[in-house]
């Protein structure tokens, strides 16, 4: 409770204080405020150009050559997304999307060439998980309770006892990164609504892996703030760093990281302080004023 208290003392701040650092002899030292960037790894295909601070990926031409990763590892439970910005009609398929323990500096085919797709030829060497991303999908992917693939032809209803969704139903998200508002994870564009495909501009599409108890990971696709489910469970996440890999393929044209994490200010330090320990739920319960209760479920 003593922790609750300074943390709502603190939450009191003006959110434009200015974030600080330590010195070498402990003392407080004002620094300016820069975002923590997601970007995409230097080393990508020739058709590929990072734009805007290697955030954004274009493919210049062609529908192939284009595969690109995150420029450093993902944590387990972060989540790297993306949102579509262009599509160039005239090519069949889209997107690919997943993670990959390869080294992006070192990815290359047997014959030594640069992958001139995800999918089959990265996937193809191994130690990568990928899937394409199709206007159908939808939740969720399939898996039977032993953990085996369910045949893609096999429309029976999947059992709801047999999946764990890793966002949750609440309004906030925790990750390992911090907890963000589930309505970042959703098109930033209201036109469309419900309407919106995933293959559409303005679509968000992320990528997470999670650790199970049997020492492996599994890997989830959230497509417009909605978990699809784990769509593989054999990730051996704990054997060497995983990024995400990225292939602007076919129809997508252009894609831009969504930023969710970074430098936060002191109110929102300790609003993941105090989330971080409860349910979303016990929030009403806390002794606390309404505004901050707000604050506290992103309302305010």
């Excluded at 959110?15 to 790894?41: N, Q």
């Excluded at 990928?130 to 029976?156: A, H, L, P, W």
């Excluded at 959230?222 to 978990?227: F, K």
Aim: hydrophobic residues 35%; negative net charge; proline residues 6%.
């Amino acid at each position: 409770m003593e922790t609750l208290r300074q943390s709502s003392q603190l939450m009191h701040l003006e959110e434009s204080s200015a974030p600080f650092e330590l010195d070498e002899l402990g003392r407080k030292t004002e620094t300016e405020s820069r975002r923590v960037t997601t970007r995409f790894h230097p080393h990508h295909g020739d058709n590929i150009i990072l734009l805007e601070d290697n955030t954004v990926a274009f493919r210049k031409a062609s529908f192939a050559n284009a595969v690109t990763f995150s420029e450093k590892p993902l944590m387990p439970g972060e989540i790297f997304l993306l949102e579509i910005e262009k599509n160039e009609r005239g090519w069949s398929g889209y997107m690919r999307l997943g993670l990959t323990q390869r080294d992006p500096k070192c990815a290359v085919t047997p014959d030594g060439n640069f992958p001139s797709y995800a999918l089959p030829e990265l996937a193809n060497m191994g130690q990568s998980w990928i899937y394409g991303i199709s206007k159908t999908q939808n939740n969720v992917y399939r898996f039977d309770c032993q953990m085996n693939n369910i045949s893609e032809e096999d429309d029976t209803p999947l059992k709801s006892d047999c999946v764990q969704m890793f966002l949750g139903s609440s309004h906030s998200v925790k990750t390992s990164r911090g907890t963000i508002p589930r309505s970042w994870l959703r098109p930033s564009s209201s036109n469309k609504g419900e309407e919106m495909l995933p293959t559409d501009v303005g679509s968000r599409i992320g990528v997470v892996y999670v650790p199970l108890k049997n020492g492996n990971a599994e890997m989830h696709f959230v497509i417009n703030g909605e978990d699809q489910g784990p769509c593989t469970r054999d990730i051996p996440y704990k054997e060497g760093p995983i990024h995400a890999v990225v292939d602007v393929y076919g129809t997508t044209k252009q894609v831009r990281i969504v930023q969710l994490y970074g430098v936060v200010s002191l109110q929102s330090a300790c609003r993941d302080a105090i989330l971080f320990h409860l349910r979303n739920h016990s929030v009403s319960a806390l002794p606390l004023p309404k505004s901050l209760k707000e604050f506290l479920l992103f309302n305010s």
